[in-house]
């Protein structure tokens, strides 16, 4: 479809009107107090007070002013207040995969979305950064629902320039253009291309940018994936071409060995990258894209509040 084309407009703003309601009201049901405490640490200096919200800590309230007026109200910290989100984003081919309804991508800017309104509701700023195997574009953390939806939009419908993935640069940038510490959420399918040795490959080389990202910033993966990633269904002879290499090959997905094998492989790879990653200390977030995350994501958020008690 043509991006001149009217129809095209209206295709866009239906998703994010879409996206945009089911978001607000996440935000607003489930995630409000969730986010607030998975995130941000009680600061020092006392800013405000602000109307309770389901999730809150019971020990922030402040009980003088909630006897005044007779509606629960929490201590607001100015290191809340200053919190800064960035989200980088995978737009490169393989995110455009989807076997039945969605595609990786459109999930990946729900769950962006998602995290978008929930800085906004909270007061913080938000960045976007959008890679593939280059940097595709850089939106400064800032504050307010039209930049929210100017997020969403591009992470939805942005062409990507980029034939592959190098999600190592997304994340050297992102340490370049943060000067100051901030809660950075990686979003993607972690499909890395590899060439050349184990010593230098280019997973080797992303993992050490994620550690170096780590000591900086508070930094979160958010991993997607599309059921047949992860199991394959048994239709037969299937020729299959790589999204970002383009090479083309045949398998019969009937043979129980070929179903095992790939099933096996893609165990084993998803286990030894959450084990990469824990030992460096980053928290990862892992869901499909073909079902609702909302649940996987208020237990990660409840996970991050109880540790940081």
Not at 8 to 36: M, W
Not at 296 to 304: A, D, P, V
């Amino acid at each position: 479809m043509n991006e001149n084309d009217p129809e095209f407009t209206r295709e866009i703003l239906r998703k994010v009107r879409q996206i945009e309601i089911r978001s607000n009201r996440l935000v607003s049901e489930v995630f409000a107090g969730s986010y607030h405490s998975a995130f941000k640490g009680q600061g020092i200096d006392f800013e405000e007070v602000r109307e309770y919200q389901p999730g809150d800590e019971v020990r922030s309230i402040d009980w003088n002013v909630t006897a005044k007026t007779g509606i629960p109200f929490v201590k607001q910290y100015r290191e809340e207040r200053e919190l800064t989100i960035l989200l980088i984003v995978d737009i490169s081919p393989s995110t455009s995969y989807g076997s039945v309804h969605h595609s990786k991508r459109e999930k990946l800017a729900e769950l962006a979305a998602l995290l978008a309104f929930s800085a906004n509701r909270n007061g913080d700023k938000v960045g976007l950064l959008l890679v593939s195997d280059q940097i595709e574009l850089y939106l400064p953390p800032t504050k307010g629902q039209k930049h929210v939806l100017r997020i969403l939009r591009e992470v939805l419908f942005r062409p990507a320039e980029g034939k592959s993935t190098n999600l190592s640069e997304g994340v050297r940038i992102a340490n370049q253009v943060m000067k100051r510490r901030a809660v950075v959420f990686l979003l993607s399918d972690f499909i890395i291309p590899e060439h050349g040795s184990e010593e230098e490959s280019n997973t080797k080389i992303f993992l050490d940018q994620m550690a170096s990202t780590r000591r900086k910033h508070d930094l979160i993966c958010a991993r997607v994936y599309d059921p047949v990633e992860r199991e394959l269904p048994a239709v037969g002879l299937v020729e299959m071409e790589d999204p970002e290499s383009g090479e083309k090959f045949t398998i019969d997905t009937s043979d129980q060995n070929t179903q095992s094998q790939y099933k096996n492989s893609f165990t084993e790879k998803e286990e030894e990258f959450s084990r990469d990653l824990k030992k460096r200390g980053i928290d990862a977030f892992v869901f499909d894209n073909q079902s609702d995350f909302s649940k996987e994501l208020y237990t990660f958020f409840k996970m991050r509040e109880k540790r940081r008690r």
